[in-house]
């Protein structure tokens, strides 16, 4: 099975993705995370398509063959870094994670 892992920050794809000082990853307002980590002293920051640069929340692997069906709950509750095959090619996928933590808070 072939994937592409994409990276995004809340709905924004982000296109560039590189590794960043730690310090800098939280200048951006940026949240450690499994989808983000690098090592104990660099995390991913990315590049929206407008030239935003903002720090990644979620990296989904998005399936090379994939079936696109219609998100549903599934794809909202999903894994912030899992694998997704939807129609929304990854944007929805574990959004609902990060909703919650935005209304707790």
């Not at 090379?64 to 899992?82: I, T, Y």
């Amino acid at each position: 099975m072939t994937t592409k892992t994409r990276y995004f920050h809340g709905t924004d794809q982000l296109m560039r993705v590189w590794c960043a000082p730690k310090s800098q990853f939280i200048a951006l307002g940026g949240v450690p995370s499994k989808a983000n980590w690098i090592d104990s002293f660099s995390r991913l920051v990315g590049v929206t398509d407008d030239g935003r640069k903002l720090p990644v929340e979620r990296a989904i692997e998005y399936k090379r063959f994939a079936s696109l069906h219609e998100c549903d709950a599934r794809c909202m509750g999903g894994k912030p870094n899992g694998t997704c095959e939807c129609s929304c090619g990854g944007m929805n996928h574990g959004r609902g994670f990060f909703t919650r933590l935005q209304a707790a808070a």
